[in-house]
């Protein structure tokens, strides 16, 4: 089960291994876009580990105000799609205060939808989708959930880049790991730590 208390843990665990793997983040950003993924995502973790002192009365509060201070702190593309991502997963999950395994896939869902139709994108394009999309698809709670999500960021590295800053490197994109997939799979095991 997914509490209130168990998702603050979660996101306080993304902020710390976000902050460990600014460097890597950023240096792959390097690569394949421009440089700042890995220092917009720490800024944007750091501001919600600010507000996770508060209280908050359901699942679906809590989602909401993480999505709204990821909006507003992180920069460049990232900051709208995990922003909405978390936005969009809320009304999920309501008033609950606390998810089932069921539940919380259906808002990761929800957060999906929104990273594509906020980053006009699908799977296959060298983007976080590649990560966020194929994991939930088919996904079952006896899962290993780390092995699945370190296989996808891995999948990304020999992808051509079609979409966002990347795709202007064509085929210069292949060979790097997609920082987003990265950054994705840091946020989702985290989540799926404290559900399993």
């Given amino acids: 089960m997914l509490t209130i208390e168990?998702?603050?843990?979660?996101?306080?665990?993304a902020q710390s291994e976000i902050e460990a793997n600014k460097?890597?983040?950023?240096?792959?950003?390097?690569a394949i876009g421009d440089g700042d993924h890995g220092i917009n995502m720490s800024r944007g973790f750091d501001a919600v580990a600010a507000i996770l002192d508060d209280e908050y009365a359901s699942l679906g509060e809590l989602s909401k105000k993480v999505g709204m201070t990821l909006m507003s702190k992180v920069g460049?593309?990232?900051?709208?799609?995990?922003?909405?991502?978390?936005?969009?997963?809320?009304?999920?999950?309501g008033d609950a205060t606390e998810a089932d395994f069921a539940l919380v896939k259906e808002a990761l869902e929800e957060g999906t939808a929104a990273i594509k139709a906020r980053g006009k994108s699908t799977a296959g394009?060298?983007?976080?989708?590649?990560?966020?999309?194929?994991?939930?698809?088919?996904l079952s709670e006896s899962d290993d959930f780390t092995s699945k999500l370190d296989h996808l960021v891995n999948e990304t590295e020999g992808m051509l880049a079609t979409k966002g800053r990347a795709s202007y490197f064509g085929e210069n994109s292949r060979g790097t790991i997609d920082p987003g997939?990265?950054?994705?799979?840091?946020?989702?095991?985290?989540?799926?730590k404290e559900v399993d």
Avoid: C, N
């Fill in 181 to 192: 997939a990265l950054s994705s799979s840091i946020v989702l095991k985290a989540i799926m």
């Fill in 23 to 30: 460097d890597t983040l950023t240096d792959l950003d390097r």
């Fill in 76 to 93: 460049g593309a990232a900051g709208p799609l995990y922003g909405s991502a978390f936005v969009k997963a809320a009304p999920k999950f």
């Fill in 125 to 138: 394009q060298k983007t976080m989708v590649d990560v966020w999309e194929p994991f939930l698809d088919g």
């Fill in 6 to 13: 168990g998702f603050k843990q979660a996101l306080r665990h």
